[in-house]
């Protein structure tokens, strides 16, 4: 695809220069100043790339161990402070990967006000683009360009551009004779300044001004995407779960209509008088009540039975155990006179009575009662 370069230092209200380059590098549209209604129409099929001037922004490099794209947004503004003129709320930070080496960051800074100028201005055009870019990423390590009174360095002394009175100064003090030098940077003018950075941003590469909270173009089409996708796939799962839970139900719904049959069935069998079929579980518990209460009934019955025929003076009670409406006794009783004498007086209160055992031991007798 074509890339179209657009110079946004001669941005202006009535269009842009601009020049288009092929995949090869070769110019496919020389540079020349065009006005928005025929720049809008070359934009929409090629790859668009503004490039701002370095006059505008700051080149820093910064020791920071590689961080986590949110957390380093957070921290490196904080960490150049001091070097900053400008607050940093009013700054915005890009960064690459691609220039991080040697444990240090290399950051393009420049104000969002000026991001926000140029990207509304191309929007306020119907003009689209996918990066926003600084001239000086047409510099290879140790190279200068002198172009329209400003001077682009990338050396280890200095990264960034200058003004032409403040490029004397630095070579005044840093003796920027030696740029000239060969085995050093050489400032030159090429024929066509601008096609050459073009040529050099389309080889290379270069850090999109783009990122975090002035994400656009392409970018932002791509997030929109992938959330489109992620918003898809979760209606997709939500539909397969629906899908599935429904399905569930409709098993457990033929099943429990199965057993209803069977109950239905089988609660015929035991009762064939009955009208209609009422909840097992309900005729279960009357039924479990119903003996509860029986049983609880029968066991008062016979305690007090039993304390009526019961004399401490003669016996000793050992045990009651009360299960399946029985009340067992254990107890010692004098001689078996006195034993056949309580079962006899139990009798007499219409009391079923069985003997289970009856022993002697020291002198008494041990005896187990049944008491129905």
Known sequence: MNKLFLFSNLLQDEGCYCLQLEPSGAISLAGSFRPYAEIRPLAETCETI????????????????????????????????????????????????????????????????????????????????????????????????????????????????????????????????????????SPFFPDDAYVWMAKRLTEGKFINLCQGEMEHGHQRDTLKKKLKIIGALFVLWLLVVIGTNAFNLYIVQKKNHQLDEQIASTYRQFFPNAKQIISPKFRIEQLIKKSTDEEQNQFWFLINQFAKTFNPEKYTLEQLRFQNKTLTINLLSPDFANLEQLENQLKQLHINVKQIQAATREKQVAATLELS
Request: charged share 25%; proline share 3%; net charge negative.
């Open 50 to 185: 503004i490039v701002e001037s370095t006059v505008n922004a700051s080149i820093f490099t910064l020791d920071l161990p590689w961080l986590a794209e949110r957390k380093a947004r957070q921290a490196i503004p904080y960490a150049l402070e001091d070097k900053l003129a400008q607050p940093v709320e009013l700054l915005h930070v890009a960064f690459d990967k691609k220039f991080y080496s040697n444990n240090q960051y290399l950051l393009a800074i420049i104000s969002k006000e000026r991001i926000r100028y140029i990207t509304n201005k191309l929007i306020e055009h119907g003009i689209d683009f996918s990066a926003i870019t600084l001239d000086w990423f047409a510099l290879a390590p140790n190279e200068s360009l002198n172009i329209e009174n400003v001077l682009l360095i990338n050396d280890e002394q200095f990264k960034g551009a200058l003004t032409s009175e403040l490029a004397s100064l630095y070579g005044k003090d840093n003796n920027l004779s030696s740029l000239n030098d060969k085995e050093t940077a």
